[in-house]
Nanobody
Framework: QVQLVESGGGSVQAGGSLRLSCAASGRNFSANAMGWFRQPPGKEREFVAAIMSSGGDPFYAHSVKGRFTISRDNTKNTVYLQMDSLKPEDTAVYYC??????????????WGQGTQVTVSS
């Protein structure tokens, strides 16, 4: 079992930055690929970024590539999402997820409770 707790959400003006954190507990964090998804108001949940258990091969949705950076610190059991040049369309609830295995080609088994990000124009 894995517990995921997100933090770092908030309100920011367009062009600003936020850094989300996701603290994991319950099993060997470094064995799992991790990812971020988001759910904009009235829309489906969508993929944002993912990273392998080793911290390599970050992968991004086209809409955030070049603006967002995913990283992880396996010594702190934490994955991060640095969000720069934020746009109003980035407004969403952001969710952290743990994949079943060391790569993000495996199913997502665990989810956090989400953290709200609001970007005003």
């Amino acid at each position: 079992q894995v517990q995921l707790v997100e933090s770092g959400g908030g309100s920011v003006q367009a062009g600003g930055s936020l850094r989300l954190s996701c603290a994991a507990s319950g099993r060997n964090f470094s064995a799992n690929a991790m990812g971020w998804f988001r759910q904009p108001p009235g829309k489906e949940r969508e993929f944002v970024a993912a990273i392998m258990s080793s911290g390599g091969d970050p992968f991004y949705a086209h809409s955030v590539k070049g603006r967002f950076t995913i990283s992880r610190d396996n010594t702190k059991n934490t994955v991060y999402l640095q969000m720069d040049s934020l746009k109003p369309e980035d407004t969403a609830v952001y969710y952290c997820t743990a994949y079943r295995d060391s790569t993000y080609y495996t199913p997502r088994d665990y989810w956090g409770q989400g953290t709200q990000v609001t970007v005003s124009s």
